[in-house]
């Protein structure tokens, strides 16, 4: 493909030396100012996350898409930045945990594509050492596309001050953003607190971006070329199927692609939320996705409509997909956290209690009939169930065995969260019953 057909776009990298530095708050504020100034923004988040692309949903005014070389893969993160470069006139993409963390790394990613990093450091607790980190990150891999340091949680300007004295003339800082406990976002034990439930989130971002228009980060930053990719057409192999998809607040961790792929294979989507009760819309299958179901035992426990429905569509032998927070909610029972315990759907047998640490996390592949559906694992809570699994995930990182499937009649479940376009065959026949044969 020559570089003529290549479409140019201001495109910048958020990373950071960790986590908790404030990446999905300043991302989300400078794409909250660009499109207050009436710019098209695009925000990619990297690797697998469900609740800052919410976040960052809220502030562009457009879905957020995962990029991963490993579980989305370099061609579908190359086909998703170039079809963005056609529409933007900004690309954002926040980078996960540390600039160099993970195989592959956030720097992985921004080389491949080339978009500069601009890092984000928190300064609590910091003066001259923030020129060391800021040298540190921008000279460790060679050939790094960097655009400079973002200094976070700055005290006064006096301590902006101390911050640049010692700065390499060769790094620049962008600028600084003022500690502001007002504009911090919340968390709780999977991450942050869900888009839909900061009730004054516009607020927030709105003085994020205040703090913006200080920065040198009101101007474009470079235009980086990104080129096309050959996509195979995708087969239309749910053609004429309804798929029922759980979504309210206990079931929300769904990737956009997921919903994408499933509508361009020809399904048409019906939503329903178990939190109010709603009716199963008429159905050919069934989609629970993971989410916060410990949150909510109470609401769910009373949920009886929704919960009867679900066991006539699994008693007339549909087809019923169930993730993570999905499959806890079909199990016997659930214990949340605080040890309170509550009854589920009773479709699977066996029970789950929350932990106080995480009992599974990482990328992980499964091979089912259709071939390998590559995805991630990342929950607190523990499986107890006598129903033997029928195959267990591989980890990308380790040759020990990864998540467990379980299968009971109609039913397929597992914690993972699987990456539906890593395998369009495979998802097909999860919706179709014959995912394990």
Not at 16 to 28: C, F, I, N, R, V
Not at 239 to 248: E, G, K, N, P, Y
Not at 276 to 291: K, R
Not at 371 to 383: A, K, V
């Amino acid at each position: 493909m020559s570089a003529a057909t290549a479409r140019h776009c201001p495109a910048l990298f958020l990373s950071a030396p960790a986590s908790h530095q404030g990446k999905t708050t300043l991302t989300a504020g400078i794409a909250r100012y660009h499109r207050d100034q009436g710019r098209r923004v695009r925000v990619f988040k990297t690797g697998p996350d469900y609740l800052d692309p919410y976040i960052l949903e809220k502030a562009s005014g457009h879905p957020v898409q995962s990029l991963d070389l490993w579980m989305t893969g370099e061609p579908d993160c190359r086909r998703r930045l170039y079809d963005a470069a056609g529409d933007a006139d900004l690309i954002l993409i926040e980078g996960s945990m540390g600039l160099f963390d993970g195989t592959p790394s956030s720097a992985d990613l921004a080389e491949t594509f080339g978009v500069p990093v601009l890092a984000v450091v928190d300064t609590t607790g910091m003066a001259q050492t923030f020129a060391a980190v800021a040298h540190g990150l921008s000279s460790f891999r060679p050939g790094l596309p960097f655009h400079g340091v973002l200094a976070n949680c700055v005290a006064s300007s006096r301590h902006a001050e101390m911050l640049l004295q010692a700065l390499p003339a060769g790094v620049r800082c962008v600028g600084t953003v003022m500690r502001d406990e007002a504009i911090t976002l919340p968390e709780r034990h999977l991450g942050l607190v869900q888009a839909q439930e900061i009730d004054d989130l516009e607020a927030r971002q709105q003085q994020v971006a205040a703090q913006i228009a200080a920065t040198e980060l009101i101007a474009l930053p470079p235009p980086v070329a990104f080129v096309p990719i050959q996509s195979d057409a995708v087969p239309p192999l749910l053609a004429h199927m309804t798929i029922a998809v759980a979504r309210d607040n206990a079931f929300s961790f769904i990737y956009p692609a997921n919903i994408e792929l499933l509508t361009a294979m020809g399904a048409t989507l019906a939503f329903f939320s178990p939190l109010a009760d709603e009716a199963l819309p008429p159905a050919d299958a069934v989609y629970l996705p993971g989410g916060y179901p410990e949150l909510h035992l109470t609401t769910l426990t009373a949920s009886q409509r929704t919960a009867a429905n679900l066991r006539q569509h699994v008693a007339a032998g549909k087809p019923l997909y169930a993730e993570c927070g999905g499959m806890l909610y079909l199990l016997e029972s659930l214990t949340d956290k605080a040890g309170n315990c509550a009854d589920m759907l009773g479709l699977l047998p066996g029970h789950a209690a929350l932990g106080q640490r995480l009992a599974g996390l990482g990328l992980q592949s499964l091979r089912l009939a259709g071939g390998e559906l590559r995805g991630h694992t990342f929950h607190y809570s523990s499986l107890q169930t006598p129903l033997p699994p029928v195959t267990y995930a591989t980890r990308y990182s380790s040759s020990l065995p990864g998540e467990s499937l379980y299968c009971r009649g109609s039913i397929v479940a597992s914690y993972l969260h699987l990456y539906f376009p890593s395998n369009p065959v495979a998802v097909a026949r999860l919706f179709t019953g014959n995912a394990t044969s």
